[in-house]
């Protein structure tokens, strides 16, 4: 899953620096000389790399044989994920990103370039063969290298630069190959609209007190020669109002002409394809009718002492509200509504937390979200609900900070990315939802524990069930052996509400599904 994972490694990039003294002797013939001591090398190219490596029981599974790769979305979705009461998965994953960073001394530190890759497989799947997410059974010589990253960045002056390329396109104020995991997670948008890879442009100031950016990302380019692509145009602004508070604003644009032309595998994309029911986003009833979508973003956030140093107490909250229209391309009336529908529907959030203890790790935390419901759709020629990226991409969108296992995503995964809500939409339902979580470190920066809590509302029923989607407990135990290497056992439970006794969102079946738990030990290593 090449858009979780991989975000650690930009938050360790690091840069060469010289040392030079000089020494003198005297001598009663001679004038005085200085000698330099020969200059550290500095290195060109340097070398990260994160290993992952974890064992996994869980009561849920794809029932598509043809689906035991790269699994992500809703559970219960098109991706065909059950849950059961009598079988169980057991099956070790494995992950490998190398990072490479080329900085020349000829240009003085003016140009970086980046490039970042995967491998990703099960233990066990296939071998001599060619495709990403696999290549672990036996004698292996899987062609499996997925291209994540490859970005230029030019740093005409300080506190300026220029990303252009295949790089990081997250909703977050910070440069994401300068910027620490926690930060681009709990602040911004928590990626909880735009958290992935893409082509694109982008020019940034990062100052003192202040940082912006302004980026052009070509989401998909089809036939050259016609306007049928999807763009999305890009403005963040973001200030420090005071010595522990940070404010920011910003506007989105997606220019979508592509009508579901190109996205993942046989998906499509876009507003009316399949891809939505995969995602678990609101899936525009327009059928195969042509259409052109023009969807905005304006937003606000506020951060207050992110990383728990200035003092006990941490506040970081966004309200997101999007905007726009929809039209079809065709003169008949599709659906009981007409050629045009408009798009409206806010998203907020509120994250807090209190640091009761010594270490960063001795924290209380509660995480609040609310997303906008649908309840008749586009029947009204309108569609109330929130949306996000995950609508064009597999996945986009990616809310992994809440401390939740299975009710909502989270970021410790391979190849199978899935939750009861996998999108701030919540299929057009909306969402009312909290998570409580307490971590203690036992010792510090070396044996830390933490208990959570998740719970989540629909604020629109489905039809046949309730607005009680689902209660989760979970756990997690983190043992730091060395620097940068930790063994972690998690684990989670979740008992579904009445939201899953309809059948519309349960997956097809006539009674409420069996509660999905999970259990995994985990091995990771951040090496440079």
Not at 155 to 171: E, H, S
Not at 218 to 240: F, P, T
Not at 273 to 280: A, V
Request: glycine share 12%.
């Amino acid at each position: 899953m090449k858009t979780i994972a991989g975000f650690l490694l930009g938050t360790f990039v690091a840069f060469s620096s010289a040392l030079s003294a000089q020494s003198s002797i005297t001598d009663t013939s001679l004038a005085v000389f200085d000698r330099p001591i020969p200059k550290k090398v500095d290195k060109e190219l340097q070398f990260f790399g994160y290993f992952y490596n974890q064992f996994v029981n869980a009561n849920y599974y794809p029932s598509n044989d043809f689906l035991r790769g790269q699994i992500f979305g809703r559970m219960f979705g098109q991706n065909t994920t059950l849950t059961s009461d009598s079988l169980t998965t057991h099956y070790f994953e494995q992950r490998f990103l190398p990072f490479f960073i080329y900085q020349p001394k000829l240009l003085n530190g003016k140009a970086i370039l980046r490039a970042s890759f995967e491998i990703d497989y099960t233990w066990g799947d296939v071998a001599y063969g060619a495709g990403g997410n696999f290549g672990g059974a036996v004698s292996g010589d899987q062609v499996n290298i997925q291209t994540q990253n490859v970005e230029l960045e030019l740093i005409p002056a300080k506190g300026w630069a220029v990303n252009m390329g295949l790089q990081r396109m997250f909703d977050n104020p910070g440069n994401a190959y300068r910027t620490f995991f926690d930060e681009l997670t709990n602040t911004g948008y928590r990626l909880m609209y735009w958290g992935t890879d893409a082509t694109g442009i982008n020019v940034r100031y990062d100052g003192d007190f202040q940082k912006f950016k302004l980026a052009y990302w070509q989401l998909y380019e089809n036939a050259v020669q016609l306007d049928d692509d999807v763009v999305r145009y890009e403005a963040m602004y973001e200030r420090q109002i005071h010595a522990k508070y940070k404010l920011g604003a910003s506007f989105d644009y997606v220019r979508d002409r592509a009508s579901g032309e190109g996205g993942p595998s046989i998906l499509g994309q876009g507003l009316n394809s399949s891809l939505s029911e995969y995602n678990g986003t609101f899936r525009f009833p327009i059928g195969g009718n042509k259409y052109r979508a023009d969807v905005m973003w304006l937003g606000t956030f506020i951060t207050r002492n992110a990383a728990y140093l200035q003092d006990r107490w941490m506040l970081t909250a966004f309200a997101n509200y999007n905007f726009g229209k929809v039209d079809t391309l065709s003169k008949i009336v599709v659906n009981n509504w007409g050629k045009r529908a408009s798009i409206g529907g806010l998203g907020v959030n509120l994250k807090t937390g209190y640091r009761y203890g010594k270490t960063a790790m001795d924290i209380i935390q509660a995480d609040i979200l609310y997303s906008a419901g649908d309840a008749n759709g586009i029947e009204d020629n309108k569609y109330s609900g929130v949306m996000t990226g995950n609508n064009w991409g597999a996945p986009v969108s990616i809310f992994i900070s809440s401390g939740s296992y299975i009710l909502f995503p989270h970021g410790n995964v391979v190849n199978r990315f899935v939750s009861l809500v996998n999108d701030f939409a919540n299929m057009g339902y909306g969402l009312s939802g909290g998570v409580i979580q307490v971590s203690r470190d036992f010792i510090p920066h070396k044996l830390n524990g933490r208990i959570g809590f998740a719970s989540a509302l629909a604020n629109v029923a489905p039809k046949g069930g309730g607005n009680l989607m689902g209660t989760e407990a979970n756990f997690r135990i983190s043992y730091t052996p060395n620097v940068f290497m930790n063994v972690e056992l998690h684990g989670a439970y979740c008992s579904l509400g009445d939201f899953y006794s309809s059948s519309v969102v349960n997956g097809g079946v006539t009674t409420k599904p069996a509660n999905p738990w999970t259990v995994f030990l985990v091995y990771k290593w951040l090496l440079f």
